[in-house]
């Protein structure tokens, strides 16, 4: 027969559970960061070539006007910061020579008409793209001025591509979360 001389003392229960609760609390912050990180990659898709750095923003059908409200109610937070996105030059008659808008069709809510959305953009040879051009843009956000302050993305590649087979986006959802960078 074999006999254990078992002692248990509380310090080292404690110490005990104290470590695993330790452990535990180190795999939750890792989980949380991984998917903190993960979600950043949520607004960025492989389909654009822009540019390969992380740093730059792409804008999809999906999230563009999600965005474009985001930046126009915060724009202090976006100031600096560079999207990549495709639309067509819309212009109205009060822009500077060197302005035009980057815009898509907007579908309202459960009906057959749209509006016209888009950031203000600016570009020395503006007067080189028609109206209704479709074109890819990689720029840096800015504050502009039409009719009070409001983004202004300062173009620093510009191509033309073709019109997509869908060109309406959605109009913006509530279940879009506010962050302070739009990756």
């Known amino acids: 027969m074999f006999v254990f001389n078992v002692k248990v003392s509380r310090t080292k229960i404690f110490k005990w559970i ?11 912050a890792g989980a949380g960061i991984f998917k903190m990180y993960s979600s950043n990659q949520e ?16 804008l999809t059908d999906e999230n563009y006007t999600n965005i474009l409200k985001e930046v126009h ?15 067509y030059v819309y ?18 809510d459960n009906s057959n008409q749209t509006v016209i959305v888009g950031f203000l953009c600016s570009l020395q ?15 840096t956000i800015e504050k502009g001025n039409y009719l009070g302050e409001i983004p202004c993305v300062n173009i620093s590649e510009i191509e033309k591509t ?8 959605p109009a913006p959802n509530e279940k879009f979360i506010q962050t302070s960078v739009i990756y």
Request: glycine share 8%; net charge negative; proline share 5%.
């Open 18 to 28: 104290l470590g695993i609760m330790a452990i535990f609390c180190v795999a939750l």
């Open 43 to 58: 607004f960025e898709t492989s389909g654009f070539d822009c540019m390969p750095s992380g740093e730059v923003a792409y």
């Open 73 to 87: 109610e915060n724009l202090d937070t976006y100031v600096g910061q560079k999207i990549c996105y495709t639309g």
């Open 91 to 108: 212009r109205v008659p009060d822009l500077e020579n060197n302005q035009f808008i980057l815009a898509r069709d907007m579908k309202l």
């Open 125 to 139: 040879n503006a007067a080189d793209y028609p109206e209704y051009t479709w074109i890819k843009i990689t720029g």
């Open 162 to 169: 073709e019109q997509p087979q869908n060109c309406i986006v």
